[in-house]
């Protein structure tokens, strides 16, 4: 039922245009890149646009398939690295030249980092574009999730991979809005505390638009 649910919000969600992007050895329709499919940082805090020239990334929003539910997978960035470091992401990074398009770029990076065979996801969509603080231009892509046996994460990028249920994002009251000051200024985010993780940031606001796709539990 849930997987049904989600499959016809993605199917009626607003897109523009549409293309065809392999995945897998399937062709999927993915929206396309519209000025108003943008999101990001600055929503909350204008003055934190980037001005310089934004880095392509892709990211893949996996929606595990377990008996149990649909659970939102992530993964926990090692403290060392020099973007993003110790922080709770999706996989995904830099779409590299090599890669045909954002969904090739989120599934080699999936595969790279948590050993995600990329024939164990099926794309359904994508979400708006995030651009972060930090210059990256984001395209978050959207699929299901069959889980392999033992995720195989790079220890050299990834200190843990998990799973959130996802009916948790769903809960209202899930999602808080918090602040803290960054170079002199009060600086607003959203955040997703579960258990002994704290989600927010740029991955916070994607799943803010993920659910906005979806609905809230009493919406649905």
């Known amino acids: 039922m849930e997987r049904t649910l989600i499959s016809q919000r993605f199917a ?34 204008p003055d934190m646009l980037p001005t310089r020239a934004l880095i392509p990334a892709a990211v893949l929003v996996g929606l595990v398939e377990r008996p149990e539910g649909i659970g939102v997978l992530f993964t926990k960035r090692t403290p060392h690295l020099n973007d993003h470091a110790g922080q709770i992401s999706f996989p995904g990074g830099r779409i590299d030249a090599t890669d045909a398009d954002a969904v090739a770029a989120a599934l080699r990076e999936a595969e790279e980092e948590v050993g995600l065979p990329i024939a164990n996801v099926e794309m359904i969509g994508r979400l708006d574009t ?35 249920p996802l009916h ?3 809960a209202k ?48």
């Open 12 to 45: 009626l969600a607003p897109a523009p245009g549409r293309r065809s992007a392999p995945t897998g050895g399937t062709v999927v329709a993915v929206p396309m890149e519209t000025p108003q499919s943008r999101r990001g940082d600055h929503d909350l805090n």
């Open 168 to 170: 948790f994002f769903r």
């Open 173 to 220: 009251q899930s999602r808080q809005l918090e602040s803290r000051v960054y170079q002199g200024k009060e600086r607003f985010f959203y955040a997703y505390p579960w258990n002994e993780y704290y989600i927010w940031g740029a991955t916070a606001g994607m799943l803010n638009n993920l659910i906005e796709v979806l609905g809230h539990l009493d919406e649905a």
């Open 130 to 164: 995030y651009v972060t603080r930090t210059g990256f231009e984001v395209t978050p892509c959207v699929g299901f999730v069959k889980p392999p046996e033992l995720y195989r994460p790079d220890p050299f990028e990834v200190a843990e991979v998990f799973e959130v």
